[in-house]
């Protein structure tokens, strides 16, 4: 989660800097304005240059949105979202914000004296997923299958992801993408694909903060920008949504519901993002991948499923989840979108797109007919509007099959070159 973690040094970036400058000249010849092209594409230096994409260049433009990598607050021209949030506010709890800012967003909340009773069901103090709210329904922690893993990915989509998606693709495996808004703006068509390729699409906020330090317009606009930039670019709406870091309480809560969003959290923590980070070692996040393996296999989820944290945050992410698939697909019966294992069919507010039920997808049904609305096509452009680089698409490509050794091969080229990307966008 922390963008820090994909370097160990200044070195390391300045090649990936590098890199992806010298692939950008080669760029112009792959098809970037479309989903589909944009999947073609497998070398990580040419997927994360930057491309233009004409909705986000306007929306952005137009001050539809606020800035990128900034805490969201609602647009002062935004009549909209001004009238949601007047429409929602009888329904915020008197909850304060934790901790105090800047430090809080970063998750510093020393100083902050919160009683052990945990009020406000306060993930971060105490792993509570039950709301002690009146009217808010309990977090998605666990699922109630036997023997099956709700499988997803975090702080997607990123710029590098074909050859991960590619093998996901091969595998027929489809799996709940938690999206960050900026990311959405940064990387439309890369967004596009996992529509494209049958994935149940999440909210992950628009700046990836601690969400309970946040205030109640700040709250809201990082649910709010997030949904549209997805309604946007994707075409859909979702209706979940995961904190990030854990991070939630009864007010962020009750913000999520209004919105329409069931809140998404983890059992367990594959602690993927933290490797080189800290004492963190690529070893250690090898070992909770094995526990959860030998849980499986040794009649944890007879009765009840469950949920492990991992994301397709870097090169690295992605390869432990390639590397352990095989592995995770023998130890548990089901690997299944975390919509497909909850019944959840109906995954957006549109109702022209639906996801199988439990019973059709373990039956081979892995995707059902139905389309998102088409977002309005882009035209790609050698100057850019440097709100968008990826790669994307819905089709599987012959030449991107993407085992262990691909990305072992692409190394943390994939990482930097999303870093250089991104803009230094840091990922708390």
């Known amino acids: 989660m922390r963008l820090s973690s994909l370097f160990t040094s200044q070195a390391a970036a300045s ?19 479309t989903e589909q092209g944009e999947a073609q594409i497998t070398d990580p230096g040419q997927e994360c240059a930057p491309y233009y994409y004409a909705p986000v260049s306007a929306a952005i433009a137009a001050n539809e949105f606020p800035p990128i990598w900034t805490v969201a607050t609602i647009v002062s021209s935004d009549t909209n979202a001004q009238a949601k949030y007047q429409s929602i506010q009888s329904q915020i709890p008197n909850i304060p914000p934790k901790g105090t800012q800047p430090a809080s967003l970063l998750g510093d909340f020393s100083g902050l004296s919160y009683p052990s009773s945990d009020p406000d069901c306060w993930w971060t103090a105490d792993q509570c997923t039950t709301p002690k709210l009146a009217g808010l329904p309990p977090d998605l922690a666990v699922v109630p299958e036997p023997d099956t893993l709700g499988y997803g990915f975090d ?8 050859l991960f998606y590619d093998y996901l693709s091969q595998n027929n495996q489809k799996a709940t993408m938690f999206y960050i808004g900026s990311n959405v703006m940064d990387w439309p068509l890369e967004a596009q694909r996992a529509l494209a390729d049958g994935h149940e699409i999440c909210v992950h906020t628009w700046s990836h903060k601690y969400m309970t330090s946040l205030t109640n317009t ?10 549209q930039a997805i309604k946007l670019v994707v075409g859909v709406t979702p209706t979940c949504w995961r904190p990030p870091y854990g991070d939630v309480d009864d007010r962020v809560r009750a913000v999520a519901h209004a919105l329409g969003l069931r809140t998404i959290i983890w059992k367990y923590d594959s602690n993927d993002w933290r490797a080189g980070v800290g004492n963190v070692t690529a070893a250690n996040v090898d070992q909770n991948y094995e526990d959860l393996i030998a849980r499986a296999q040794n009649g944890t989820y007879a009765t009840g499923g469950t949920i ?47 996801l199988p039920s439990f019973e059709q997808y373990i039956s081979g049904t892995t995707t059902l007919t139905g389309s998102a609305s088409n977002p309005t096509d882009g035209s790609s452009s050698s100057t850019g509007s440097g709100s968008s680089s990826g790669t994307t698409s819905g089709k599987t490509n012959s030449t991107g099959a993407a085992d262990r ?3 072992d091969e692409l190394g943390m080229l994939a990482a930097g070159a999303a870093f250089v990307g991104f803009a230094v966008k840091l990922l708390a």
Request: with cysteine; charged share 10%; aromatic share 16%.
């Open 218 to 227: 700040q709250l809201f606009a990082e649910f709010y920008y997030s949904m």
């Open 308 to 354: 492990m944290l991992t994301h397709e945050l870097n090169n690295f992410t992605m390869a432990e989840a390639v590397k352990f698939y095989s592995q995770l697909k023998a130890a548990f019966k089901y690997l299944v979108p975390m919509g497909v294992a909850t019944n959840q069919t109906q995954p957006y507010v549109e109702t022209n797109y639906s």
């Open 155 to 162: 702080d997607g989509p990123n710029c590098s992801h074909n």
């Open 405 to 407: 050794t691909s990305f």
């Open 15 to 33: 090649s990936a800097f590098i890199a992806t400058t010298l692939f950008t000249s080669s760029v112009s010849a792959q098809d970037r304005t």
